[in-house]
């Protein structure tokens, strides 16, 4: 009984929590635009993302997404040539990225070298430290 009310409880979290705002999206997709249909042939992504970056309210994971990441953060500057992130980029043209939430999730990255996958990490976190109820 215990455990199915923990359950319950996770499942209900889980599906109520993990959303996005439709402004937060709006805000993500109108900075990608610029740059998606480029990365999108550079990087082999679905074209789909050209329309949206979401789907459910959330941020579309599949694999050549992470590398389009990179790119999209690239082609912003929002990745030094040296391969760190710059932290007031990022906060000056994203609404929705504060430096607090960004100094968090930097910390949560390991020390990979990909930065397809950082970048992707890096957005899933952001998104995450944005979900509303
Ligand atoms: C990378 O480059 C930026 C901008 O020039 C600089 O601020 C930062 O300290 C550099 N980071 C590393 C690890 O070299």
Do not use: Q
Request: glycine share 2%; proline share 2%; net charge negative.
């Amino acid at each position: 009984m215990k455990l199915n009310l923990v359950t319950l409880s996770v499942f209900i979290y889980g599906v109520f929590s993990n959303k996005l705002s439709d402004e937060l999206m709006d805000d993500w997709n109108r900075i990608a635009s610029v740059h998606a249909a480029a990365c999108i042939e550079e990087t082999d992504a679905n074209p789909i993302l050209a329309e949206s970056m979401f789907k459910d309210h959330k941020l579309i994971d599949e694999e050549h997404v992470k590398c389009y990441m990179k790119c999209l953060n690239e082609k912003n500057t929002f990745i030094f040539p040296n391969g760190t992130f710059n932290r007031d980029k990022f906060v000056n043209d994203i609404e929705h990225v504060t430096y607090a939430i960004i100094d968090k999730c930097l910390a949560k990255l390991n020390n990979d070298a990909d930065l397809c996958k950082k970048s992707y990490s890096l957005a899933m976190c952001f998104s995450e430290e944005n979900y509303v109820a």
